[in-house]
């Protein structure tokens, strides 16, 4: 079972995160949470890994909606989006928000799932568009 929804770019690694950022909040995603995996390993661990951040992004009206439907839902919320050098590309990955009726079986979630897939997707395909330097 796929997950994710991803796309590559070859723009560098803090440009791509700056324009995730804008490209979630123009589909009314704010950033609630953000991982800096890269850094952490390194504090913690003493590992080294590529850049590697975690975006945790929030469309306040469709998270209402489904905590009105299922409290449990938030266990899935907010909906990760990962930032991550793979080579010399930048892949920018959301979880699919189909994911949360896969898991609760809930048909009630459809609405809200297939519309934070709208929108995740025209944030997605904002990034790939053509004059946005990749």
Avoid: W
Wanted: proline share 4%; with cysteine; hydrophobic share 40%.
């Amino acid at each position: 079972m796929r997950y994710d929804r991803t796309v590559h770019l070859d723009t560098d690694f803090a440009t791509t995160v700056e324009r995730v950022r804008e490209a979630l909040a123009q589909q009314g995603f704010g950033i609630l949470t953000e991982i800096d995996v890269t850094a952490t390993l390194k504090a913690k661990l003493d590992q080294d890994m590529e850049d590697y951040v975690i975006l945790g992004a929030c469309n306040p009206p469709l998270a209402h909606r489904a905590l009105e439907t299922d409290r449990t839902i938030g266990l899935l919320l907010p909906c990760n989006v990962v930032v991550r050098r793979d080579g010399d590309r930048t892949v920018v990955q959301a979880l699919d928000p189909g994911t949360m009726v896969t898991l609760t079986e809930l048909d009630a979630l459809r609405p809200v799932a297939e519309e934070a897939t709208r929108r995740l997707d025209a944030a997605l395909a904002s990034l790939t568009a053509p004059g946005t330097g990749v």
